[in-house]
């Protein structure tokens, strides 16, 4: 059979009206049509002429089906076809259309074959007509410039703020020191952080939002009456870490809490469970711990590693230990051995299972004598970390990113040099686990344009990075957003944009979507006493991948 695409004009909120219709299934059709809905604060469907031509593209998160992107190699792949936006219909087939998993994407173009300028994707969908696929519906999706930043935006067509800017659900005062967390269903869970009311007053928050892309909302997560749910730690939590498990709960580890008005370090845990929206607690830590990084290991479990602890509200202790949740029993159990530093502030990034073992490499952060430089690396088979771990980086480093990418190495960018902050840095490294034994750092001689510390970095479905946010040496928030281009063999830094972020941000979170979008949420615009965290959620929108 054929299929159709129509496109038409709508209002202000709902710039257009496409139309895949009758994707074909074993009993029958469905028709799902999508309206694309302008990002609240500019007009990208009509902007320089940009959508001449419309692209829809279908593919699938599935590895193994024929329409993931893996299978271009195999002459298989995403299914993608063009149309003039004004000519209104299209055909397209959809003998092969149906099944789970399934990213629509619709992406708005210049000329018949140049670049995507603006796109519209869905996260995941059930195409078809079988049991739980969509039947005849219509969806909204944002459109949003493509290599932009983009307001987050309520999409959901039953409500009345369809079009405007979705805000944070904590209210008019957002968080920074929180977790965002992407859980199965596509939705992300937005848990604890600091709220800052102005001029030193604070807040460790226990309440808990969920974003829903489907939506384009922020809600906070309340009760049948309407109260928020807290976390299980009365407290509150802040700078602590949020891990997705195998069976879609999330742990939730550590942290501070305000204890007389001070930060205090957290000792205990709890689990959220997505089905029920609620927090259990579960076995302590042993050892309170806050600024720790949380790994989940190939085989399911979490590494925690080092960390800081508080008293009377400074840090006073780091810790060189790491211990392991075993999610079938619901327990912690030690590490064997200790890591050669006590390390907080630091990276850790789980090593392709394929090539290393499952192995984890914990890189930089900082002690009590500031920044560091070295290295170590976790043997997840015998759960101890490797001894005579010689390796360092080019620099020191702490509040540092560091993200895996496609062919096994690990990018490490900016971060502070030394005990204060004032020397931030711009530099890029590249650590290559397979060359010696454990692995060595290459200096790329590559900085990015703006220096900067508690920033993210997020691969992207290209094999690219973004870099967002960041503090730099004068405690202000970064506006300039980068992509480190990374080719065979070769790393370029090309910057986005001289003021996407509206306010700057640091302290926030990245969170990568099903869609291959990456949502920002909250942080601080500057370390002034009377700034408070942002509210307003932002997308960056990434150029397709094929």
Request: glycine residues 12%; charged residues 15%; negative net charge.
């Amino acid at each position: 059979m054929r299929d159709t695409m129509s496109c038409t004009g709508r209002g202000l909120a709902a710039a257009a009206v496409l139309l895949l219709a009758g994707v074909a299934g074993c009993s029958g059709q469905a028709n799902v049509s999508f309206n694309l809905i302008n990002p609240c604060q500019e007009d990208v469907l009509f902007a320089n002429n940009q959508c001449q031509f419309m692209e829809v593209c279908v593919s699938s998160l599935d590895p193994q089906d024929p329409l993931h992107p893996s299978q271009i190699a195999n002459g298989l792949g995403p299914r993608c076809h063009t149309c003039s936006f004004s000519e209104g219909t299209c055909d397209m087939s959809g003998d092969d259309l149906d099944g789970p998993a399934r990213i629509v994407d619709l992406r708005c173009r210049t000329t018949l074959d140049g670049p995507a300028m603006a796109r519209a994707t869905s996260q995941s969908l059930v195409l078809g007509s079988g049991p739980g696929a969509l039947g005849s519906i219509t969806m909204n999706l944002l459109l949003g410039n493509v290599n932009s930043f983009t307001e987050t935006t309520v999409v959901d067509p039953r409500s009345s703020q369809l079009g405007t800017c979705s805000m944070m659900g904590q209210g008019e005062i957002g968080r920074y020191g929180h977790t965002a967390t992407l859980l199965a269903d596509g939705r992300v869970l937005i848990t604890g952080g600091v709220r800052r009311y102005g001029q030193g007053l604070e807040e460790v928050l226990a309440t808990a939002e969920i974003f829903d892309p489907a939506t384009g909302t922020h809600q906070l997560i309340t009760d049948r009456t309407g109260n928020p749910v807290k976390m299980a730690a009365p407290s509150g939590r802040a700078f602590h870490t949020a891990t997705r498990l195998r069976d879609g709960r999330v742990l939730l580890a550590g942290g501070v809490g305000l204890v007389d008005g001070k930060r205090t370090t957290l000792q205990s845990a709890e689990l959220f469970d997505p089905a029920t929206n609620s927090f259990g607690t579960i076995s302590v830590m042993g050892s309170g711990r806050a600024h720790h990084v949380a790994t989940m290991l190939a085989t399911g479990e979490v590494l925690v590693t080092g960390g800081a602890a508080y008293q009377n509200g400074d840090v006073v202790n780091y810790f060189n230990s790491a211990i392991r949740y075993l999610p079938g029993s619901n327990a912690w159990e030690p590490v064997q051995n200790n890591m050669s530093a006590a390390r907080a502030f630091h990276a850790a990034v789980l090593l392709d299972p394929s090539k290393y073992n499952g192995n984890v490499v914990i890189i930089g952060g900082q002690d009590q004598n500031g920044p560091l430089g070295s290295i170590d690396v976790y043997n997840a088979q015998a759960n101890q970390f490797y001894q005579g771990v010689n390796v360092t980086m080019h620099k020191n480093r702490s509040h540092l990113c560091a993200v895996a990418l496609d062919n096994g190495d690990v990018l490490v960018a900016g971060g502070k040099t030394t005990e204060d902050d004032t020397s931030v840095d711009a530099g890029v490294e590249i650590y290559n686990p397979g060359v010696p034994t454990y692995g060595e750092f290459r200096d790329l001689e590559l900085n990015l344009t703006v220096a900067r510390m508690d920033h993210t970095c997020s691969l992207l479905e290209t094999g690219n990075v973004v870099v967002a946010g960041g503090k730099t040496s004068t405690a202000t928030g970064v506006q300039v957003g980068e992509m480190i281009l990374v080719g065979s063999g070769t790393y370029s830094v090309e910057q986005i944009a001289d003021d996407f972020l509206d306010p700057p941000r640091f302290l926030h979170q990245a969170t990568s979507m099903q869609n291959g979008w990456v949502l920002l949420t909250g942080g601080l615009p500057s370390d002034t006493p009377d700034s408070k965290p942002a509210t307003q959620s932002m997308y960056f929108v990434p150029e397709p991948s094929f």
